[in-house]
């Protein structure tokens, strides 16, 4: 049943988004300072001794996003240590959607135990310079000499429902490229989920 709720839900919402905006692979990346559900704001300049980052445009509520709360938490685990941490950003408008309030990331925080950042982008400003469309959607960026630069944008694997007998990694594969220095065999992808929810007016 849940299944076929989540199949619905992502034939409702449009399955698949192609970014038309934003970033593009290869686009070098502007900080940010974004609020996270600590109250403390983050920036990636934070992060000293990364190499790279897995920034993830997620919610509270899309069924896509929470599909995938486990696997992107999955992601942090393996390769924060490695020097590419999860930033995950929530896009979406609490007017629009209530149960996407600060309050409410926060209580998601402490249910799954995150220990990676969470971030609100109330104004959509960085959602909107990274042209983010869905939730999940997610940006692979290495640091280099010239900034922080796009090398993979789109799902996080072709297995949303992990029952994908052909299931491909993408975000892993993507990264563990990158760790040895090559280039993501696939740099882009369509993102998988719900449109994101923007503020009215």
């Known amino acids: 049943m849940k299944r076929l709720i989540l199949v619905a839900f992502m ?12 970033y593009k692979v290869g ?11 600590n109250n403390k704001m983050v920036a990636l300049a934070d992060y000293k001794d990364a190499k790279g980052y897995i920034v993830v445009f997620t919610c509270n509520t899309c069924p896509v996003a929470k599909a995938y709360q486990d696997r ?5 685990a ?15 408008d609490a007017g629009a959607v209530p149960d996407e309030n600060f309050q409410k990331m926060q209580a998601l925080a402490s249910e ?16 909107k310079q990274f042209g983010a469309t869905r939730t999940p959607h997610v940006f692979v960026l ?9 090398e993979y944008i789109g799902a996080i694997d072709n297995d949303p429902e992990e029952a994908n007998s052909t299931k491909v990694e993408y975000v ?15 740099a882009s992808t369509k993102a998988v989920g719900c449109s994101i929810k923007w503020k009215k007016g």
């Open 11 to 22: 034939l409702i919402s449009g399955f698949t988004f192609a970014q038309t905006e934003g």
């Open 27 to 37: 686009d070098v990346v502007k900080d940010f300072s974004l609020k996270n559900v």
């Open 72 to 76: 992107i938490a999955a992601l942090n």
């Open 78 to 92: 393996t390769y924060a240590a490695k020097g590419y941490p999860v930033v995950a950003i929530n896009p979406n």
């Open 112 to 127: 799954k135990k995150l220990n990676f950042p969470y971030l609100l982008d109330p104004d959509h400003v960085v959602t």
């Open 142 to 150: 290495n640091k280099t000499d010239k900034g922080n630069v796009v």
């Open 172 to 186: 892993k594969n993507a990264v563990n490229e990158l760790s040895i220095g090559k280039k993501p065999a696939i």
